[in-house]
C-alpha cells in the first residue's frame, strides 16, 4: 500500500505535468482527456526551470492586498530572505495545498515573518483583486500561527498580465489556462513549488510538492540569507547537507561528514600522542 507521502508525490508529478510557458493557453473545445496515443499540445515543455541565481523583475508594478500600487522591489532588500509563491486566489485544488504545505513548515521552523524572512505570494490571474488577496492573506496568517506584527511582512499581490509574465518567466514557472467545470477559462494547470529568494531578489531554492519538510525549508532561507540567520548548529547542518536541484529538497553529504568524522579522529590521535610523549613529573626521594 502506498503511504500518504507517496501519494502526494504522485499527486505532484501528475500536476507538474500540466504545465507549459505562462503565456500560453488551452482551448475549450478540446477535450483534457484526450487520446493517450497523442498527447495534447499544451502538456509539451512541461515543468519547472530552476533559474537559479536569476535576478527577479523588481522595477514590475503590482498591487498588494490592501490595493496599493507597489513595485515588487519595495518587498525586498530588507536583509532578510524572501518565501515565495506563485498561484492563484480563486483556485479550488492544489493552491489551498501548496499555502497549507508552505505555512505549515514556516510554522515549524522556528523562524519568525518580519524577523528571519518575508512572505511574498503573487497571483497569476490578473483577474484577481486586492480583496481577494487580502482574504487569502488572512487565512495564511491564521494558518502559520503569526501574531499580528508579523502581518508587514506578508504580502499577497495581484497585477497586470505584463507583471505576471515576468515574474513567472524570471522564476521558471510555467502555467496554462484550462477550463474549469463550466466550460470556461477561469482555471490553471500548474505546479506545485515553493521558492526562496535572497534578500537582493535573486532566486535561490525551489521545493516541490505541498508537503515541504521544515528543516529544507529552514536550510533554505538560512542560505539564502548568505547564513545571516540561524544558529551554530544550524551552520553545521547545512554543512552536513546539500541541496540537491533534482529532487528539490536537502540530502546528507556524506563525503562532508566523513570528512568531519576523519579530522575528529586525526585530532583524537594528535592529542593522545601528545598526552603520552609528556614525561610524568617525578617526586624527589623523602619529599
Known amino acids: 500500500m502506498l503511504r500518504p507521502r507517496t501519494h502526494t508525490l504522485i499527486l505532484a508529478v501528475a500536476l507538474s505535468a500540466l504545465i507549459i510557458p505562462a503565456h500560453a493557453q488551452y482551448s475549450a473545445d478540446r477535450p483534457v482527456g484526450a487520446t493517450a496515443q497523442q498527447a495534447p499540445a499544451w502538456q509539451k515543455n512541461a515543468g519547472i526551470d530552476q533559474n537559479l541565481n536569476r535576478p527577479l523583475p523588481l522595477a514590475d508594478a503590482f498591487k498588494d492586498e490592501t490595493g496599493r500600487d507597489l513595485k515588487l522591489g519595495d518587498l525586498f532588500n530588507h536583509n532578510r530572505p524572501v518565501m515565495l509563491a506563485l498561484m492563484y486566489y480563486n483556485?479550488?485544488?492544489?493552491?489551498?495545498q501548496v499555502l497549507h504545505g508552505m505555512a505549515s513548515a514556516l510554522r515549524q521552523s522556528g523562524f519568525?515573518?518580519?524577523?528571519?524572512?518575508?512572505?511574498?505570494?503573487?497571483s497569476i490571474d490578473p483577474a484577481d483583486t486586492p480583496a481577494n488577496a487580502a482574504a487569502e492573506k488572512q487565512h495564511f496568517l491564521s494558518m502559520i500561527g503569526a501574531d499580528p506584527t508579523?502581518?508587514?511582512a506578508v504580502h499577497f499581490l495581484t497585477g497586470p498580465q505584463a507583471s505576471i509574465t515576468d515574474l513567472a518567466q524570471a522564476t521558471g514557472f510555467h502555467y496554462v489556462r484550462v477550463p474549469g467545470p463550466d466550460g470556461k477559462m477561469t482555471q490553471f494547470a500548474h505546479s506545485s513549488v515553493i521558492m526562496i529568494a535572497t534578500p537582493d531578489g535573486r532566486m535561490s531554492k525551489y521545493l516541490f510538492g505541498v508537503d515541504y519538510q521544515p528543516r529544507d525549508v529552514r536550510?533554505?532561507?538560512i542560505q539564502a540569507s548568505t547564513r545571516h540567520i540561524g544558529t551554530l548548529s544550524d551552520l553545521v547542518l547545512l554543512y552536513c547537507c546539500s541541496y540537491s536541484p533534482t529532487q528539490g529538497r536537502y540530502t546528507v553529504a556524506v563525503l562532508r561528514i566523513l570528512g568531519l568524522a576523519g579530522c575528529a579522529s586525526l585530532a583524537a590521535v594528535i592529542a593522545m600522542l601528545w598526552l603520552l610523549s609528556k614525561k610524568p613529573k617525578t617526586t624527589p626521594v623523602g619529599a
Do not use: F, I, K, N
Open 150 to 152: 508579523a502581518s508587514p
Open 219 to 221: 536550510l533554505a532561507l
Open 91 to 96: 483556485c479550488q485544488m492544489l493552491c489551498p
Open 112 to 122: 519568525h515573518p518580519g524577523s528571519e524572512y518575508d512572505v511574498v505570494v503573487a
